[in-house]
């Protein structure tokens, strides 16, 4: 497993409560789309061996790929998408949900998406992959629970 920086805070909610924090000092949202690239840049690396088919997150328009591992008791993320835009979005994901048991995966909504108004700036297609990413998430806790 790659190093990894995740969790950065103590439990899912507060992960939730500082992005919406993070991104209420913005004003208009090319100013949070470009936090959101900024955030994507932070990712930790993917190592390219890790970049393959088996890997590759279907239902994304851009390409993404991601790797989980450990165990119910913590299941780490590590991820990574030729898009800039979908970094930032799987920064946030995993800002959420990597180095999490799996219960506490499972108990925890995505709630950052609606109180940063995510859902309505996002287009179709990035809303279809974000959806997919989370779906991962969830599905792998649930494999491990």
Excluded at 25 to 44: A, N, T, V
Aim: net charge negative; charged share 20%.
């Amino acid at each position: 497993m790659t190093d990894t920086i995740f969790p950065l805070e103590s439990t899912p909610a507060e992960a939730q409560l500082a992005i919406k924090e993070e991104f209420g000092f913005f004003g208009d949202w090319s100013e949070r789309y470009q936090y959101l690239i900024d955030l994507g840049r932070k990712l930790p690396a993917f190592p390219e061996e890790w970049k393959t088919e088996e890997n590759r997150l279907l239902g994304c328009q851009s390409l993404v790929w991601i790797v989980p591992q450990g165990d119910a008791e913590r299941l780490d993320f590590s991820a990574i998408s030729d898009s800039a835009i979908v970094s930032g979005l799987i920064y946030l994901a995993l800002r959420v949900y990597s180095g999490r048991s799996a219960a506490e995966i499972l108990a925890t909504q995505p709630d950052y998406i609606a109180d940063i108004g995510l859902a309505k700036h996002l287009s179709p297609t990035r809303s279809n992959g974000l959806a997919a990413i989370l779906a991962f998430i969830q599905d792998t806790a649930r494999n491990h629970a």
